[in-house]
């Protein structure tokens, strides 16, 4: 028994290991996505959302609109919500751009997010919906890049902050303390503070000073100031509904497999109860 529980431990430690050091490498500190795929309002607005934001270069093609029936939303709704371009409830949830001419256009096809939320599960931490919450909320103005964009989470990140009209304009501030090289990269020794100050149209000042080297080591910091308080604040809230929706997307079945996954270990708890007493019972008079 103390073997088979070993075991377990050593199971479980496998898992989770992976997802907390891809956690780590995402770059900056995740931020938790603050609505569910229980939240059947926040998916609906969500669907909204990706379907006028979203879904004119990214397809979801392993979904239909029909699925969307399982948020809430009637035949109806869908039809004269949610489809704009001829097709019915039954079709693919499909873009008309084609790949090669998105790729020519653009540099590379924009990404299928069907499996996005489930794909950067595995990838970039253990929640996938943390990461796009933190991604979608990531951007900002840098004129020196070819978009005019980019990101905290997926640096020189070839798509442009499409939504920024919603959000609205902000700062950034970037602080950054490490060690100072040499241009043949050797260590000098001494350590420095760099801050960076993004301004709304991407502008950037850069003043640099040297400081004693700090007790944790090398960090960086980032502090967006919104100009618009209440426009950041809504987008804020768009973010989690569409998020909240790609979540969704990536897995409908997740709540029904949730709930079932709950009663398989409490069968398999009762089970394990049951086999270890049994075990005690056979083996109490052999010597």
């Known amino acids: ?24 490498e995402a770059g900056i ?27 004119n270069c990214h397809s979801a093609s392993a979904v239909r609109y029909s699925d ?25 949830m499909k873009i008309a751009m084609h790949p090669a001419d998105a790729a ?6 924009p990404p299928d997010l069907s499996l996005m939320a489930r794909a950067k599960s595995v990838n970039a931490g253990p929640s996938g919906s943390d990461y796009i919450y ?12 070819l978009t005019g964009w980019d990101n ?16 609205g304009p902000r700062e950034l501030t970037k602080t950054e303390v490490h060690p100072v090289e040499t241009a043949a990269g050797e260590a000098t020794g001494d350590w420095e503070r760099v801050v960076t100050k993004y301004d709304a149209d991407g502008y950037s000042v850069v003043t640099r000073e040297t400081v004693a080297r700090p007790v944790q080591g090398a960090y960086a910091n980032y502090d967006f100031t919104p100009l618009d308080v209440r426009k950041s604040q809504a987008y804020d809230n768009q973010v989690a509904n569409l998020t909240a929706f790609l ?26 109860v049951i086999a270890w007493r049994l075990n005690a019972v056979y083996w109490k008079d052999v010597k």
């Open 1 to 24: 028994m103390k073997k088979l529980l070993g075991a377990i431990a050593l199971m479980v430690g496998a898992v989770v290991a992976p997802a907390t050091v891809a956690a780590a």
């Open 29 to 55: 500190p995740l931020e938790r996505a603050p609505k569910s795929v229980s939240d059947l309002a926040a998916l609906q607005a969500g669907a909204r959302v990706f379907v006028n934001q979203c879904l």
């Open 68 to 92: 969307l029936r399982q948020i809430g939303l009637t035949d109806e709704q869908i039809q004269n919500n949610l489809v704009f371009s001829g097709e019915t409830v039954n079709d693919l």
């Open 104 to 109: 020519r256009w653009l540099g590379v096809a």
């Open 134 to 145: 933190t991604f979608l909320r990531s951007f900002y103005r840098d004129a020196g890049k």
């Open 152 to 167: 905290l989470v997926f640096p020189s990140v070839g798509m442009p902050h499409v939504m920024w009209e919603l959000q």
């Open 247 to 272: 979540t969704w997307m990536s897995e409908p079945n997740q709540a029904e497999r949730r709930r079932l996954g709950v009663w398989v270990l409490l069968y398999l708890g009762l089970f394990l």
